[in-house]
């Protein structure tokens, strides 16, 4: 185990807090696939393993993982084989949509609590990260659904820059990969007691992101397309502009900069290379802090659902297995290796499971249309 600094504070007293939180040991290196099967041509302990950064002739598995992670880039002429991996991975993670009337019976009696990522799950990937806008019908329908859910946005992107995206107040945010976590502006009418929650595990990290982000910057400003964002606790380097054939030259880049920050490891997530603290913390334990600070520690009466569409998101998809709570949705055109136990396929099908999750619980909210 090991411990972890918690800040709290009392939005009435405006007093802050400082609690020592014990973590059990991170589960994001040895994450493991829970399907078998997957239609990667390696495992994700494999994959992983060849990711270490320090290690020489590592560098191709992680093109190769950048390659895998933007599967649009070796999927424009899907084979029969393809089809076929289609199939097959549509039976094991069927849609969300296709089994939204099991889904809802498994939640009976129990309060449902909505995690939502961001990009490419409440908005589309799209070239610059940072015109990657929600729709006003998205954003119609995340309100809703706080409305009758707690519901919290869990992103690799900075708190800040989230909520500028959202701009919904009702939410739980957990930004820079759950390394900075704050509950609704306006006060939860689901969280048990007064206190508002900031959790900010990272904080003494702050300087040296704010350095590596400018050298970053600096080395990568040769490449074409490399876009460098700074997310306070954490650094992404997009490589969504840049050419394929580019891909080596930025992650030799990435890798010269990291070489002098051994307290910070490099992780991938779609179309992007991420710098974060080598603290225990991910997506994952956002998920259980976040469900502890609902009150919902240890309860056996809650039902959260998880939806994301990237490797990051696999932390909290496993946390669920591990809890038999709940579920994770990836969202996914292509099959991919993961803990989520359905799929989506895109953003707008993500608005429509949780335009029905809001249809089901308040038919009112929606004009008067009847329960599924
Ligand atoms: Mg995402």
């Known amino acids: 185990m090991t411990k972890q600094n918690v800040i709290v504070s009392d939005k009435k007293s405006g007093l802050n807090m400082s609690i020592t939180m014990a973590m059990s040991k991170s589960s994001i290196l040895t994450m493991t696939a829970q399907k078998p099967g997957g239609y990667i041509s390696f495992s994700t302990t494999e994959l992983l393993k060849n990711l270490e950064i320090n290690g020489e002739g590592r560098i191709n598995a992680w093109v190769e993982s950048m390659r895998a992670s933007s599967p649009t880039h070796i999927k424009s002429t899907p084979s029969l084989a393809d089809h076929d991996r289609r199939s097959s991975w549509t039976v094991s993670h069927p849609s969300a949509l296709d089994m939204f009337e099991q889904i809802i019976d498994a939640s009976k009696g129990k309060q449902i609590v909505m995690f939502l990522d961001y990009d490419g799950t409440l908005s589309p990937i799209v070239d610059d990260p940072d015109k990657a806008f929600m729709s006003d019908a998205m954003r119609q329908t995340v309100r809703k659904l706080a409305g009758c859910f707690p519901t919290a946005i869990v992103s690799g992107r900075c708190r800040d820059k989230v909520y500028s995206f959202v701009r919904l107040a009702e939410l739980y945010y957990a930004g820079s990969h759950g390394m900075d976590i704050k509950g609704p502006a306006k006060g939860s009418k689901y969280k048990k007691g007064s206190r508002a929650v900031l959790f900010q595990p990272a904080s003494e990290f702050l300087p040296m992101i704010d350095e590596v982000y400018k050298h970053l910057v600096e080395k990568t400003k040769s490449t074409p397309g490399a876009k460098v964002e700074n997310n306070k606790f954490c650094v992404s380097v997009h490589f969504r502009r840049v050419e394929e054939k580019k891909w080596n030259e930025l ?19 779609r179309k992007v290379l991420e710098i974060r603290p080598t603290i225990k913390w991910d997506k994952g334990k956002a998920l259980e802090f976040l469900l502890e600070s609902l009150g919902f520690a240890n309860c056996s009466d809650v039902f959260p659902v998880y939806i994301g569409d990237d ?13 038999g709570q709940g579920f994770g949705i990836l969202v996914s055109k292509f099959p991919k290796e993961t803990c989520a136990s359905y799929s989506l396929q895109e953003p707008d099908e993500v608005r429509d499971f949780l335009q029905r999750l809001v249809q089901w619980k308040r038919p009112s909210v929606l004009g008067g249309q009847s329960k599924v």
């Open 311 to 323: 490797r990051t998101d696999e932390d909290a998809f496993k946390i669920l297995r591990e809890k």
């Open 251 to 269: 992650f030799q880049q990435v890798k010269s900069v990291l070489k002098e920050y051994p307290e910070l490891r490099l992780t991938q997530g």
